[in-house]
């Protein structure tokens, strides 16, 4: 009971321990992926140009690749004449040369032809028998790409951390990429507890309710960057829960069990978590969500969440979604998915413990959802949650707030 | 040459014959998955309850369920005495009965025994050999929660055109759904065309490119919602092109080629719409991108984007992903995912034609992109684009401009 005290953590404590334990124990990993599939993945590696780009020097308009001299002083009144000796389509090539008095015709996107300097475009020649009329001046270099002018070989293109847009996978495409490291999901089990609840498609006897939890933090780690899965249903027996979390750290990196009565799952879950790895925290001062559980088997984290959906999703999203994001390669600023409003109206909070309140946000109003904290409907219309510090009793109509938002 | 000069239409009426079509060609429909994969998936029906939730009055607390009356009057100085004739976990149910002088010892989550009306917390109760000295008085229905005090049996729990976030996911569950109607995402085949250009694994011989419009804008389609596949390359020559669209056509709503050289792709697939079905837009007066074109055939989509990857993810963003999205029954409002900012340096653009100016934000800083309409990497470091009316020559160093976002 002593030690068990001792393990009940302030939020701020709370957070800090969590992430540390992200941090420690679990390792960014990378996996290797097709770039055609890689949208919205994160790059594991600082990605260099393997070759130049343009490849070739390229001709950016359809017309006559010339040698520049050759144009020069031409104009509409007194055009320049030269020899059409080959027809150049892009991704073609020839063996002929382009010299004085001699031009290739040549389409946008083809290699220059050797000696070519310039392009002149099809609206300034007028092409008859084998020859064309030059109208126009062209410098050197005009209407050319040169080879390497948009990125050389062995230039950094994309960082590491990079979200995959479809930019960025043109521009790995671009360089004759087919596969890229991406760093790899995070593998997380999830896991529900409790003898009242049954599966969707089962029948519900009398007493009984459907699991939430399983399919609903499932998804909440997948929204943050995971690969999750749901393992099933426990029962709150050690037995059970030992051989049922032993069984999902062969697969998963992260396992997240919730459910079952506080005293339930929690006693059990934290006598085999100190069988089998420890304990770093029983408890959070925080309501919703009091009984928690963040405990370490052999460098995986096993978490314990309470089995009330709305306290469990609560937790979820205010311990658990940032460190594991962050274990995902996501860099994304959680700060900058806060909202400001003024309450519509008061709210008390419990002294001596944060208090998670659920609210609706339209526009600067921020409507406070009063349910018993079981009431799962407020999940269909919180867009998220207010925090009232532990010294706090009384959050008055009109009072300014930051609401941190959901998903 | 007529008819087709007649198709080449300004920016705003080219925005409002895709949205046209997309409108009336193209159908939004549903397909019914499983509720544990539904993250991020639209709900394409409205959602009602379909029992009590809570299914039955369920104990909110660990303590005895007992008649109200049996506890009037008592208090820690003189509490009340009752029988305990049973113990009720959560789940489970009891053919007992709860009457005067009697009670039965309950689990939170727990179905209420018949008779009994309240629960008195384990904490303001102490028991021993059968029977429970209760220290406080109850109020009728303490501690419970009424069945369908959360939601009632059909009432409007979630709305068509909802995100399916963690929360909305969590309600479906507890009302027992195992699948659900959702948006269908559209399908979507991407088509590659040139004579330059190979796919990454190949070879790059001399004068040819690696192709990056078939993943790009496969990838760009998926991040609006769109199942998208890349259908391979084809030349652009007449029958290839009818006999590749009319492949893709069996499977997907929408085609989208490009590439090939402007007259290349363009004229041929014009005259295969032609054939087939209809053209509706041959060029947008536009920078880059002019060579667009939009058809239908049976009542499918074909687009045209040009070639170059840089003019063809300009295109694809700011004429196809709008009307793309809503058609997936995501309801994003484009017009929020603008910053504004000012110009860092002094752009031209030409006269008569809207030029989409490829930048990078820098907070308030909006840094133009200078590179020839080619230069994929641009593509790696632009964050959106500025447009440039038609009229508008120079947008000046300093200039407030509004930025549309990338993604």
């Known amino acids: 009971m ?61 017309g006559f690749a010339i040698l520049a001299e050759d144009s020069f002083g031409a104009s509409e009144e007194s055009p320049k004449t030269l020899d059409v000796i080959d027809f150049l389509e892009a991704g ?34 007028e092409k008859s028998d084998g020859k064309v009329n030059l109208l126009t001046t062209a410098t050197p270099t005009q209407d050319v790409a040169r080879k390497g002018s948009d990125i050389e070989e062995g230039k950094l293109i994309l960082k590491k951390g990079d979200f995959l847009n479809p930019g960025k996978i043109g521009v790995l495409l671009s360089q004759g990429f ?25 029948g519900l006897t009398y007493g009984k309710i459907y699991d939430v939890n399983g399919g609903m933090i499932k998804n909440a780690a997948i929204s943050c ?16 829960v030992k051989h049922k ?19 339930g799952l929690g006693d059990v879950l934290n006598s085999v978590l ?14 919703p969500g009091k009984p928690t559980i963040i405990g370490v088997i052999e460098d995986k984290l096993v978490i314990g969440l309470p089995g009330n959906p709305v306290s469990a999703l609560m937790i979820f999203n205010a311990f658990i979604a940032e460190p594991l994001t962050k274990l995902a390669g996501i860099d994304k600023d959680f700060e900058l998915d806060t909202v400001k409003g003024k309450m519509t109206r008061r709210i008390h909070s419990p002294v001596g413990r944060m208090q998670y309140q659920l609210v609706k946000v339209d526009g600067k109003d921020i409507h406070p959802i009063f349910k018993d904290s079981g009431a799962i409907f407020s999940l269909s219309t919180a867009d998220g949650y207010v925090k009232v510090p532990k010294s706090v009793e009384l959050l008055d109509e009109g009072e300014e707030v930051e609401v941190y938002l959901f998903n």
Chains 1, 2 share one sequence.
């Open 245 to 263: 979390i032993t069984d999902a750290l062969k697969e998963a990196d992260i396992i997240i069990c919730s459910g079952g009565t506080s005293a």
């Open 92 to 125: 073609a090539t020839t063996d002929k040369k382009v010299e004085k008095g001699k031009c290739i015709e040549i389409s946008t996107g083809a290699a220059m032809p050797e000696g070519a300097e310039s392009v002149v475009m099809v609206e300034y020649a």
């Open 274 to 287: 100190e069988e089998l790895g420890e304990v770093y925290i029983h408890g959070i001062s925080v309501q």
């Open 225 to 240: 960057g995971a690969d999750a899965h749901f393992l099933g249903i426990m029962r709150d027996n050690y037995d059970e």
């Open 178 to 202: 087919e596969t890229i490291e991406v760093y790899k999901k995070p593998i997380l089990g999830v896991i529900s507890s409790g003898n009242e609840i049954s599966l969707q498609g089962e």
């Open 2 to 62: 002593g030690t068990e005290f001792l393990k009940i953590k302030e939020c701020d404590e709370a957070t800090e321990i969590i992430q540390k334990l992200f941090d420690e124990k679990l390792n960014q990993q990378s996996e290797e992926i097709l770039v055609t599939e890689s949208y919205g993945r994160i790059l594991f590696e600082d990605v260099y140009s393997k070759m130049d780009f343009p490849p070739f020097d390229k001709a950016l308009k359809d």
